[in-house]
């Protein structure tokens, strides 16, 4: 069954203390795995996407790496500004699109 | 460009009344998706549109739940009757395609709760 699990949960982080977070995934056929920012009573937010193992994408502090298994979101030296909650979604072989359950950030100033 | 249009924002009901929703998606956007979003968790997929034929509508609580995409554009997500637990954010994304790497953009979503 096609899955996607993202850890930790939460995660609290003082101003510039860089981290990552993970999106594991097990899903029949990737075409696409995609990263989400929402913000509280917002729709998700898109950021990137990656389809081949060993892709990297990078905007501002944040950078998206995929390997054949899963990927990370890596926060370097975050902002207040980037708390938020962090989705992962993937594409497999029929078109769905599913979200793991996502990681709620709180960047302390 | 103009993003995913949702109406309304916020929706209060009592249980067993019904309630319908609507979703305008990006122009020239062929595909659209219905999600339900419970406080705390991750978008659950309901329904997927392409054009305004469905691809896939398993989760989909078919004894409550319809939704409609005429003519390919605009859809509305109809629940009757609706029950407690169906309190959630509705959230409508809209994408290109469903190619490789494409992603979808989402409306603000209609935060319904159920009394």
């Known amino acids: 069954e096609d899955q996607v699990t993202q850890s930790p949960e939460a995660l609290r982080l003082q101003e510039g203390e860089s981290s990552s977070l993970n999106c594991s995934y097990t899903?029949?056929?990737?075409?696409?795995l995609f990263w989400y920012r929402q913000d509280p009573g917002k729709g998700p937010e898109f950021l990137f996407t990656?389809?081949?193992a060993g892709e990297e994408k990078e905007k501002e502090r944040l950078k998206a790496t995929l390997t054949k298994k899963e990927s990370f979101l890596h926060i370097t030296a975050p902002k207040p500004e980037d708390s938020a909650t962090y989705l992962c979604?993937?594409?497999?072989?029929?078109?769905?699109?599913?979200f793991g359950s996502g990681t709620k950030l709180n960047v302390k100033p | 460009e103009a993003g995913v249009a949702q109406s309304p924002r916020y929706k209060i009901i009592e249980k067993r009344q019904s309630v319908a929703f609507w979703c305008n998606p990006i122009?020239?956007?062929?595909?659209l998706y219905w999600y339900q979003q419970i406080l705390g968790q991750g978008p659950k997929l309901l329904i997927q549109?392409?054009?305004?034929?469905?691809?896939?509508d398993s989760q989909l609580p078919k004894d409550r739940f319809s939704a409609e995409r005429l003519k390919g554009v605009d859809s509305t997500l109809k629940i009757q009757p609706a029950k407690l637990e169906d309190s959630a954010v509705y959230l409508c994304?809209?994408?290109?395609?469903?190619?490789?790497?494409?992603?979808?953009?989402f409306g603000q979503g209609t935060r319904l709760t159920v009394v």
């Open positions: 979604a993937v594409r497999g072989n029929f078109n769905k699109f599913y």
């Open positions: 994304a809209s994408a290109h395609g469903t190619g490789e790497g494409t992603e979808a953009f």
């Open positions: 990656l389809y081949s």
């Open positions: 549109f392409q054009n305004n034929g469905v691809v896939d």
């Open positions: 899903v029949s056929g990737l075409r696409g």
């Open positions: 122009s020239g956007h062929a595909t």
